[in-house]
């Protein structure tokens, strides 16, 4: 079984948090990233400074930030399909004690 692998092939700034974004296969997707901007990693990006300082990563073929966030191409491409299920999941980021909540105690794993 094969699946297409997507790579960003440029991009352009078309609005606040929005981008326009082409694919190497020639499809383009307009994406207002708002909706997903929450949490520790992409929570900086809402400030729009911090946003317009993308930049494509041709190595690996994705839009990258100064902070380190970036998201798979594949999401990029499927932004229609996913965008939904990014904002929900981005809610749950976007809650006061998310990172209290995470484990972050180094057990060892039993079997």
Do not use: C, K
């Amino acid at each position: 079984m094969t699946h297409p692998i997507h790579r960003v092939a440029r991009f352009e700034i078309v609005g606040p948090y929005t981008l326009s974004v082409a694919f190497t296969d020639g499809t383009t997707q307009e994406i207002d990233f708002r909706p997903v901007l929450h949490g520790v990693l992409f929570g900086p990006l809402r400030d729009l400074e911090v946003f317009n300082a993308v930049i494509l990563d041709q190595e690996v073929g994705t839009l990258t930030w100064p902070n380190g966030a970036d998201f798979d191409p594949a999401t990029l491409h499927e932004w229609p399909r996913v965008r939904a299920e990014l904002a929900a999941r981005a809610q749950a980021w976007a809650e006061p004690n998310y990172e209290q909540r995470a484990n972050t105690r180094m057990e060892p794993t039993r079997r």
